[in-house]
């Protein structure tokens, strides 16, 4: 059981909440947010994140997205532990492709926080990305746009990955 960890997604059109729900769902006991509904008590009660955003604009976090994570810079995150997703459209945004996941993972660093779910490139077809560091993506990039049907495998395959140190 996950009772420990808590799914904080910030999503536009719902296709990262569509995917934060299938992720919930491979995690059971796992809590579920949308970034609107979270505050700094609930970060402090948790241990273990696993933060998801769409990118926007070009290379943008999500709109509320921007807002949770100016409160989130303010918490204690020494210790916790952080997996990252990310929702993105290779196709149209090839030079920004889930810049909005690479955000994330720069806005949180410095903060004692140990990052897992690190995921390879080799498998899309983008040009660059704010979310590539040391040819690895910091985590699970999705696209729903363009290959949606590779969603679930990709979600149950990094799932796999950070159960083992969740
Ligand atoms: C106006 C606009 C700008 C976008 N900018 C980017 C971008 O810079 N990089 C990217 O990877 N995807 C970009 N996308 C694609 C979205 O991130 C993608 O469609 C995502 O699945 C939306 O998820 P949401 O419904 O959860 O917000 C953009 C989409 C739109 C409509």
Do not use: H
């Not at 679930?152 to 969740?166: A, G, H, M, P």
Request: glycine fraction near 10%; charge should be negative.
């Amino acid at each position: 059981m996950y009772k420990n960890t808590i799914i904080i997604y910030g999503s536009s059109l719902g296709n990262t909440r569509f995917v934060a729900e299938k992720l919930q769902m491979l995690l059971p006991g796992a809590v579920l947010r949308d970034s609107v509904e979270v505050g700094p008590e609930t970060i402090s009660s948790f241990d273990r994140l696993i933060l998801g955003t769409s990118t926007w604009g070009v290379g943008l976090l999500q709109d509320e997205y921007e807002t949770f994570m100016e409160m989130l810079q303010e918490q204690d995150m020494e210790g916790k532990m952080v997996a990252l997703f990310g929702l993105g459209d290779q196709q149209n945004y090839p030079d920004s492709f889930c810049d909005g996941m690479g955000k994330i993972y720069e806005l949180l660093q410095n903060k004692g926080i140990k990052f897992i779910g690190a995921w390879p490139p080799d498998d899309y077809d983008f040009t660059t990305s704010k979310a590539l560091i040391d040819e690895q993506l910091v985590g699970l990039a999705l696209d729903e746009d363009n290959e949606p049907d590779l969603t679930d495998y990709r979600l149950k395959k990094w799932v796999e990955q950070i159960k083992t140190e969740l």
